[in-house]
């Protein structure tokens, strides 16, 4: 007959694999002990009580099984480039996600960026120009040549925004000393 096992080491109480044998107790070495009678999965296995592995935080991060703990082997260096990464996502979601002139929301993706920047070429150069620009919310608002050419002043303005916070903060990540102070660092709209 077959009985269920874990095998495990005896320091460190990992598990070490969970099976059926007839007899179980040939996989018992000089470092290795057995519990009989269940089979846990990976984790610890302290006098017949089981400890499973929590959840990994992030793909990066391994686990020490002498302390039970994940741990994040990046060097600060990573950190800080792996921080960078993060505000340059977010200064992008910023500079694309809108912005706002004279009550109005415009869209400020890159095609919307293109279209204001030619319109306000146009507005500079017809004094009579006179356009219905859809907003980011799809309602319609007349604008004129000065209106134009304060819209695309407020989208400029806008997007150098954006990037002077991210050269803030990216200058906040560099002067960064612990793991702590560039996780500190965060973005706040």
Known sequence: MNLSYTLYDKDTK????????????????????????????????????????????????????????????????AHKDAKWEDVKQSRTAAEYG???????????????????????????????????WTLADNTVRTLSAADMIAVGVALGQHVNACHEKARVLRAQIEAAATVEDIEATVWQN
Do not use: C, K, M
């Open 98 to 132: 809108g912005f706002t002139w004279d009550g109005s929301v415009f869209d400020s993706d890159q095609v919307s960026q293109a279209r204001i920047n030619g319109a306000v070429t146009l507005a500079t150069q017809d004094g009579g120009f006179n356009v219905n």
């Open 14 to 77: 990992r598990v070490r694999s969970r099976g059926f044998a007839h007899n179980p107790q040939q996989f018992v070495g000089p470092t290795t002990d057995i519990f009989i009678g269940a089979e846990f999965p990976d984790g610890w296995l302290d006098d017949g009580i089981h400890t499973p592995i929590p959840p990994r935080p992030d793909w990066f991060y391994v686990l020490d099984h002498a302390t039970r703990t994940w741990i994040d082997p990046r060097t600060l260096q």
